[in-house]
């Protein structure tokens, strides 16, 4: 599960730009689309709360990578697989929630939660095990 800090970097740009471009779609387009129904209002919700965590935890992965030595380290590969899992199960669920109007999907958006959970939980042992740098200068 060895992750590269060249592959964060990637996860970090790419999700922030998705995160951008589908908080710009919920925002015009899909308000425009989702205007004559019922549920319009909550599933504008749902796009809303993914776009946020979506984009959150993007930026989220950028502070990964900058934490992240040349090889990072298991904890430091979980916490990017665990955010990445997340936002994909989170985020994606009420994505599709938001489009679909299917609330059954609505089963996986903890598990996204709890890969989100994980992430931290993860991060949170990267930053407890490393050393500040010393000025020795």
Not at 100 to 125: E, H, K, N, R, S
């Amino acid at each position: 599960m060895q992750t590269s800090r060249r592959t964060f970097h990637q996860l970090w740009a790419a999700n922030g730009f998705v995160a951008v471009a589908l908080g710009a779609f919920g925002a015009h387009g899909l308000k425009t689309q989702l205007a004559g129904l019922p549920d319009a209002a909550r599933r504008l919700e749902w796009w809303q709360t993914a776009s946020h965590y979506h984009l959150f935890h993007a930026l989220t992965l950028g502070l990964l990578a900058t934490l992240a030595g040349t090889r990072p380290s298991r904890s430091e590969s979980l916490a990017g697989v665990a955010f990445i899992v997340g936002i994909v199960l989170f985020s994606g669920s009420l994505y599709l929630m938001a489009l679909t109007g299917q609330t059954d999907l609505a089963v996986v958006t903890p598990l996204g939660g709890l890969g989100l959970l994980i992430g931290w939980g993860a991060l949170f042992i990267c930053v407890s095990g490393k050393r500040p740098a010393r000025d020795d200068a």
